[in-house]
């Protein structure tokens, strides 16, 4: 392998179970556009103290540990891994020359080249923020259009789509919402899987340490048993 780019890292992950099918290592990218109201990883919005890696490097180091990722494979994460496009499109292809399944975990708000990254990843974990414009401003602080255009790009591919829904109380908990998601997801080609997942304080200490306000102080985390019935309207 002589083509070789740089890549911005904050950390991996070499035993991954939930990002994917099976055992998988995880890439976690730096850079993110958005600035949700939930988000509990601020430290990957920006490049700072982060690690600098050749693609060449990290498919050594994913390789030496083959067997383990055989029926599972490699995820890119963030940040938002669509940030780096050209790094990501050169590690896809090389996870795809020695034969693991690839995987993006993504807002989908990119820099473009979205046809050439889909054409190498096996599937996308697709993290739906909101719906409507409206509502995706309130919540992220960006516009709806460029998470419109990957959806474009993503129903023109052969991805395969788990698609991801935070559920925040007071926000979006509701079955009105629920329905109304469902009826949007029926406009996404190919999906697996829809999973909504409870939102949680557990990033809280990390706005501290940054010296960042959190924006939801004072929400309280999910209630299981309103989770549960959420996901029964989406059966």
């Known amino acids: ?87 990501l499109i050169d590690m896809l292809e090389k996870c795809h020359m020695i034969n693991l399944h690839t995987a993006i975990d993504t ?25 409507d414009n409206e509502s995706y401003f309130k919540l992220t602080g960006q516009n709806i259009d460029e998470f419109n255009k990957f959806v474009d790009a993503l129903n023109n591919s052969n991805s395969k789509v788990w698609i991801r829904q935070v559920i925040i109380p007071g926000i979006n908990d509701t079955e009105e919402y629920i329905l109304k998601l469902k009826e949007y997801i029926k406009k996404i080609k190919n999906v697996e899987k829809i999973e909504l997942l409870p939102y949680h304080t557990m990033g809280v200490e990390k706005y501290k340490k940054l010296n960042i306000n959190y924006p939801l102080e004072g929400v309280e985390p999910l209630d299981k048993d309103k989770l549960e019935q959420l996901k029964k309207i989406l059966d």
């Not at 002589?2 to 990002?19: A, Q, R």
């Not at 190498?120 to 909101?130: C, G, N, P, Q, S």
């Open 107 to 131: 807002a989908g708000v990119g820099i473009g080249k979205y046809d050439e990254i889909l054409k190498h990843t096996d599937l996308v974990l697709l993290d739906i923020k909101a719906i």
């Open 1 to 87: 392998m002589t083509k070789s780019s740089i890549g911005y890292i904050d950390s991996v992950d070499t035993m991954g179970l939930v990002d994917g099918p099976g055992i998988r290592y995880i890439v976690f990218l730096r850079g993110c556009k958005l600035r949700c109201l939930f988000c509990h990883n601020p430290e990957t919005w920006n490049r700072n103290n982060c690690l600098k890696i050749e693609s060449n490097e990290l498919i050594k180091r994913i390789n030496r540990y083959h067997g383990y990722y055989k029926n599972g494979g490699v995820t890119f994460s963030g940040g938002e891994p669509l940030l780096q496009p050209d790094f």
